[in-house]
């Protein structure tokens, strides 16, 4: 009797609210509760190379095995580069090498250890064919100390950082 007394679009409501409290209430029970597990110490990635971030706008992604093919095809050491936003926060890399203007590199990297900073001197044709085939190779320069590598110097100089950092 109560039922015929209320409205249609108050009927439509309370149906519609009717069934989403039921569609709540099934997801709920059959959703099967969240695991979390930890990365072993031995798959980190960030303990077996030396992780550079390239930030140089309109250069397409670097896949992972072109990202260590870099610093492979080279011989110089474990390192690894990549210009994917979604790998890391940019605080956690070794180096972020930014590819143009200083003005660049002071704004994205303002929070950063002025330490981790390198500003990349490399043509774009270069940085496009992912590092391979370079009329000249690419000139580091770091923006606290304003000493420069190439890519296989500022690898050791990492790796040679990393070591010191750990026997600490």
Same mark, same amino acid.
């Given at each position: 009797?109560?039922?015929?007394q209320?409205?249609?679009?108050?009927?439509?409501?309370?149906?519609l609210?009717g069934y989403?409290?039921?569609y709540?209430?099934?997801?709920?029970?059959?959703?099967?509760?969240?695991?979390?597990?930890?990365v072993?110490d031995?798959?980190?990635?960030?303990?077996k190379?030396?992780?550079?971030?390239?930030?140089?706008?309109?250069?397409p992604?670097?896949?992972?095995?072109?990202?260590?093919?870099v610093?492979?095809a080279?011989?110089?050491?474990?390192?690894?580069?990549?210009?994917?936003r979604?790998?890391?926060? &940019? =605080?956690?890399?070794? $180096? +972020?090498?930014?590819? !143009?203007? *200083?003005? #660049? &590199? =002071?704004?994205?990297? $303002? +929070?950063?250890?002025? !330490?981790? *900073?390198? #500003?990349?001197?490399?043509?774009?044709?270069?940085?496009?064919?992912?590092? *391979?085939?370079?009329?000249?190779?690419p000139?580091?320069?770091?923006?606290?100390?304003?000493q420069?590598?190439?890519?296989?110097?500022?690898?050791?100089?990492?790796?040679?950082?990393?070591?010191?950092?750990?026997?600490?």
């Amino acid at each position: 009797m109560c039922w015929r007394q209320v409205s249609r679009s108050q009927r439509s409501l309370l149906v519609l609210l009717g069934y989403l409290a039921l569609y709540l209430l099934v997801s709920y029970a059959l959703t099967p509760d969240a695991t979390v597990s930890f990365v072993r110490d031995e798959l980190r990635l960030g303990d077996k190379y030396v992780l550079m971030f390239l930030l140089a706008p309109d250069t397409p992604p670097y896949s992972d095995a072109e990202g260590a093919q870099v610093f492979a095809a080279r011989r110089c050491g474990a390192c690894f580069l990549t210009n994917n936003r979604g790998f890391l926060p &940019l =605080s956690e890399y070794d $180096a +972020v090498l930014v590819l !143009g203007e *200083r003005a #660049l &590199l =002071s704004h994205s990297a $303002a +929070v950063m250890d002025p !330490g981790k *900073r390198y #500003l990349m001197e490399a043509r774009r044709r270069c940085v496009a064919n992912k590092m *391979r085939e370079c009329a000249r190779e690419p000139v580091l320069t770091s923006f606290s100390s304003r000493q420069t590598f190439d890519l296989c110097g500022l690898c050791a100089e990492l790796l040679r950082r990393r070591q010191q950092t750990r026997a600490l």
